[in-house]
């Protein structure tokens, strides 16, 4: 078991896309940087999932993301948005695919319309 998983972690590392993921936990706990590798086809969510605790809750078609490592987005107030290369994609992070992507930040902030 353990040599299937170090060559699926190899595999992934070889021939996958590198990728720096930052959580920004506001003033709840201190800032989180991992490198982690992506495979094609992966989406935000997938590879969020992978290195972190996330909740989600479904609203109509849309999937949002309501907590991470247990810091959990409080509706109207403050909520978790995150951003591909230092650019807002918006699109939910359960839809869109990372395809070259450099690097992922997620941001715990005020929640506000635009």
């Not at 003033?27 to 909740?55: C, H, Q």
Request: proline share 2%; net charge neutral; charged share 20%.
């Amino acid at each position: 078991m353990k040599l299937i998983v170090l060559s699926v972690l190899l595999a992934l590392h070889c021939w996958g896309e590198n990728l720096t993921v930052t959580l920004h936990y506001g003033d709840a706990k201190p800032d989180k940087v991992i490198e982690t590798a992506y495979s094609p086809g992966m989406s935000a969510l997938d590879v969020l999932k992978r290195i972190s605790r996330v909740e989600t809750s479904k609203t109509g078609q849309y999937r949002f993301v309501r907590s991470i490592d247990g810091v959990q987005s409080q509706i109207g107030k403050f909520g978790w948005f995150y951003l591909i290369d230092g650019e807002s994609v918006h699109t939910t992070a359960e839809n869109f695919i990372l395809n070259d992507a450099q690097t992922m930040t997620w941001i715990y902030k005020v929640e506000a319309c635009y």
